[in-house]
T-cell receptor, first 110, second 116 residues
């Protein structure tokens, strides 16, 4: 049981580039979420999903897209990276109770 | 809008002392509250989850209390050890409806250092 996995662990992008952060869980959880963690701002919700085919916006969705074609996977796409998107990104999943987090992706946008 | 605050932002104690970590929230209409631990450069690990109908939860040396009406939760760690050094975060979930998802609002965290 791997839990919640995220790839890559580290990424450096140039302004304007696009990329996808991968997230997968093997616990058959309905709920999955993406958060970003910034110094002094804490963790903020970007997008979330309540099941395959269903996604919605969180607190800071601008510049990010998500999709959920399967229960297991919830990728986060940066359409045109900006320096303000430099952050640590965490994916989380739950069945409605305890929330389980992945190890994070540290993203730097130059 | 729910706001979650953790004070102090940092705390240093000698080994063996009991730790008391505070979490306050502005909207008492919560579904549950969760305490997490985060080690440097790592993800979050869930420590305790308290449902809104509960007053406390215990796991080993950890005890978390919840006073929903006053908007407060406290995490107690008994007989602290250097291995307890980490950042502790609390988070509240407002709604239990499926449409709302399992959205959490986080506090800023308390960074704890336990000195040997």
């Amino acid at each position: 049981n791997a839990g919640v996995t995220q790839t890559p662990k580290f990424q450096v992008l140039k302004t304007g580039q696009s990329m996808t952060l991968q997230c997968a869980q093997d616990m058959n959880h309905e709920y999955m979420s993406w958060y970003r963690q910034d110094p002094g701002m804490g963790l903020r919700l970007i997008h979330y999903s309540v099941g395959a085919g269903i996604t919605d916006q969180g607190e800071v969705p601008n510049g990010y897209n998500v999709s959920r074609s399967t229960t297991e996977d919830f990728p986060l796409r940066l359409l045109s990276a900006a320096p303000s998107q430099t952050s640590v990104y965490f994916c989380a999943s739950s069945s409605g109770g305890v929330q389980y987090f992945g190890p994070g992706t540290r993203l730097t946008v130059l | 809008k729910q706001e979650v605050t953790q004070i102090p932002a940092a705390l240093s104690v000698p080994e063996g002392e009991n730790l008391v970590l505070n979490c306050s929230f502005t909207d008492s209409a919560i579904y549950n509250l969760q305490w997490f631990r985060q080690d440097p450069g790592k993800g979050l690990t869930s420590l305790l989850l308290i449902q809104s109908s509960q007053r406390e939860q215990t796991s080993g040396r950890l005890n978390a209390s919840l006073d929903k009406s006053s908007g407060r939760s406290t995490l107690y760690i008994a007989a602290s050890q250097p291995g307890d050094s980490a950042t502790y975060l609390c988070a509240v979930r407002k709604s239990n409806t499926k449409a709302a998802g399992n959205k959490l609002t986080f506090g800023g965290g308390t960074r704890v250092l336990v000195k040997p």
